[in-house]
C-alpha cells in the first residue's frame, strides 16, 4: 500500500513564503503525475500543480507566477515552495500522486494565512 506523507504547512502571514513536500513510501515505480490540490472550507477541491515525471509543470490559475512545483523521481517526492502567500491560499494541502489509472491521496496538511 503505497503512502503519501506530507509534511511543511502551518500558518504564516501575508507576503510570506512556505514550502510543502511530499514522499510515496512503500514503491517501487516513480509515478507518473505527482501535484497538489488544496480545499478550503466550504469549497471544491483545486488543483494548485502538478509535474510528470518528464517533466511537464500545470498550475492553477490562481498560484500561477506565485508557486513553483519540483519534484526527486528518485526519491519519489514532490515540493511545493509557495510565495507571496495571500489570505485565500488558506486551505488544506494534499498531495497526489499517479501511476497511470492507479492513484494514491495524501492526508493533507493546513495552511492558514493570517496576520
Known amino acids: 500500500q503505497v503512502r503519501l506523507v506530507e509534511s511543511g504547512g502551518g500558518l504564516v502571514q501575508p507576503g510570506g513564503s512556505l514550502r510543502l513536500s511530499c514522499v510515496a513510501s512503500?514503491?517501487?515505480?516513480?509515478?507518473?503525475?505527482m501535484g497538489w490540490y488544496r480545499q478550503a472550507p466550504g469549497k471544491q477541491r483545486e488543483l494548485v500543480g502538478s509535474m510528470t515525471n518528464s517533466g511537464t509543470r500545470e498550475y492553477g490559475d490562481s498560484v500561477k507566477g506565485r508557486f513553483t512545483i519540483s519534484r526527486d523521481n528518485a526519491k519519489s517526492a514532490v515540493y511545493l515552495q509557495m510565495s507571496s502567500l495571500k489570505f485565500e491560499d488558506t486551505a488544506v494541502y494534499y498531495c497526489?500522486?499517479?501511476?497511470?489509472?492507479?492513484?494514491?491521496w495524501g492526508r493533507g496538511t493546513q495552511v492558514t494565512v493570517s496576520s
Open positions: 512503500e514503491t517501487l515505480a516513480s509515478p507518473n503525475v
Open positions: 497526489n500522486a499517479e501511476w497511470g489509472a492507479r492513484g494514491s
